[in-house]
């Protein structure tokens, strides 16, 4: 038995990130860039207003006020995603709109807001003149051609995580496409004559076929694309048929098989597919967890056989697959958010592994408390439902007692 440090070190060390692929860019969110991207044009591409009101010259305006307002002529007007026809003259205006392009000679542009334009209107006085009520200096509410982005400039970078404000960064840049790393597919295979189908009336002796279900939900979480291959039975044929489908995958995950019952054959069939570098973690839920390699020699799959029961199979997940499918993504943090939390209740370990105790977490007065979410068997799987973080009790801690302090690994990380 090797402690989880061990086995998440051994899946890691032989999952690699995958080649790149190029998609549209709004397919591409959450996944990583592949490359660097310089851009080609300038942002904004001319000099503009960031304000509606008038285009002058800063030097104009001086001794201007509300008391003793200055009148500028109206020459012309410049609208977003046009260009001035004009140049502005001395001691002249141009009525501008946010995002238009700065008329030559023009270095500011005065605000609506710091005009008489207004009561000008409602007073139906001559539109072509207008009165400044303030000076105001030399680039104000003006936004400079490249100020955003230069031309030629390193925009973002290889191995950047492609947020909302990226792909609209590329979006900016004209890119209709990027590189991106490509997502991992997962093939997940559920084992045991005793699991049905979901869309299947339920007989006696069967329960339904949920992890199936909850692994492929958390291989979409976490980015990767799912393929179910249903449920392979208790038999060396059902197995190997159902695990055939599976090579042409970056992973396999089964779940159920890997203990020591008689019935618990999938790590018998995959070492004989492949190799096993280990079945069983210091943990609790979740001892029993296969890793190994099978395939061919052109192609080997790496496969992660978590346990059946249902709580243990998500908290296997969440430890090691979730790493290994961040990192085939390219993704440089394969770590959940960890916090101190006041437990709330008293933890056993009578055992000496680690202990992964399901918890509702809350913030109270500046502290978080951790509570139970009930009973802790690994096959109430509403504990899971319930809880937005994991109670870690390290091997060597023999009881935590209500009041103490304990690292919780959160799995819906929220401040509010």
Known sequence: MISVEEALEKILGYVQVLEPEEKPILSCLGQVLAEDVYSTIDIPPLDNSAMDGFAVRAEDTYGASKSSPKGFPVIGEVAAGSMPDKELELGTAIRIMTGAPLPKGADAVVQFEDTDEVTRKASGEDSCLIGILRQVERGLNVRCKG???????????????????????????????????????VSVLATGDELIDIAQPLPPGKIYNSNTYTIAAEVLHYGGIPKILGIGRDSVQSLNEKIGEGLDSDMLITSGGVSLGDYDIVKDVLAKRGEIAFWMVCMKPGKPLAFGVIGSREKKVPHLGL?????????????????????????????????????????????????????????????????????????????????NGLVVIPENIGRVKAGDIVQVQMLDWSEE
């Not at 400039?153 to 991106?180: D, H, N």
């Not at 209740?345 to 978080?368: E, P």
């Open 147 to 185: 100020e955003d982005i230069a031309k030629g400039a390193l925009i973002l970078r290889r191995r950047t995580m492609l947020r909302p404000s990226e792909i609209g960064v590329l979006a900016s840049l004209g890119c209709p496409t990027a590189l991106v790393i490509r997502r991992p597919i």
């Open 307 to 387: 346990p059946g029961n249902p709580v243990s199979s998500m908290v296997t997940f969440e430890q090691f697959a979730r790493p290994a499918i961040l990192k085939m993504m390219g993704k440089k943090n394969l770590t959940k958010p960890t916090i101190q939390a006041v437990i709330e209740d008293d933890i056993r370990n009578t055992d000496g592994r680690r202990i992964y105790a399901r918890a509702i977490v809350t913030k109270q007065s500046g502290q978080y408390h951790a509570s139970l979410t009930g009973p802790q068997g690994s096959g109430i799987l509403t504990s899971m439902a319930k809880a």
